[in-house]
């Protein structure tokens, strides 16, 4: 049983930054994988970007590989999405996820958040 809540949505101006964080709380945080997902009015839920419980491993949608970074710390039972360049295209409700497998599919994933709201402008 995990517990996420993410926060640091909002509107940012197209070529600006934002870091996005998701806390965890329940069971032990650095035993899950963690990825972060976007939806879009009228669009499938996305993957967005994943990293391993230990952190070491990392994967990105090609969409966003360049711009975005996942990390984690596990200290602070926390995943952060730094969100650089950020395009009109990136418009979006972002949610964090945690499973037991460094996965693209949402389908892996067992806990959700709520989402955050991230508004790009031109």
């Known amino acids: 049983q995990v517990q996420l809540m993410e926060s640091g949505g909002g509107l940012v101006q197209a070529g600006g930054s934002l870091r996005l964080s998701c806390a965890a709380s329940?069971?032990?945080?650095?035993?899950?994988?963690m990825g972060w997902f976007r939806q879009a009015p009228g669009k499938e839920r996305e993957f967005v970007a994943v990293?391993?419980?230990?952190?070491?491993?990392?994967d990105y949608a090609d969409s966003v590989k360049g711009r975005f970074t996942i990390s984690r710390d596990n200290a602070k039972n926390t995943v952060y999405l730094q969100m650089d360049s950020p395009k009109p295209e990136d418009t979006a409700v972002y949610y964090c996820a945690a499973g037991g497998l460094v996965s693209t599919d949402r389908y892996t994933y067992a806990y959700w958040g709520q989402g955050t709201q991230v508004t790009v402008s031109s």
């Open positions: 990293i391993s419980w230990s952190g070491g491993s990392t």
């Open positions: 329940g069971r032990t945080f650095s035993r899950y994988a």
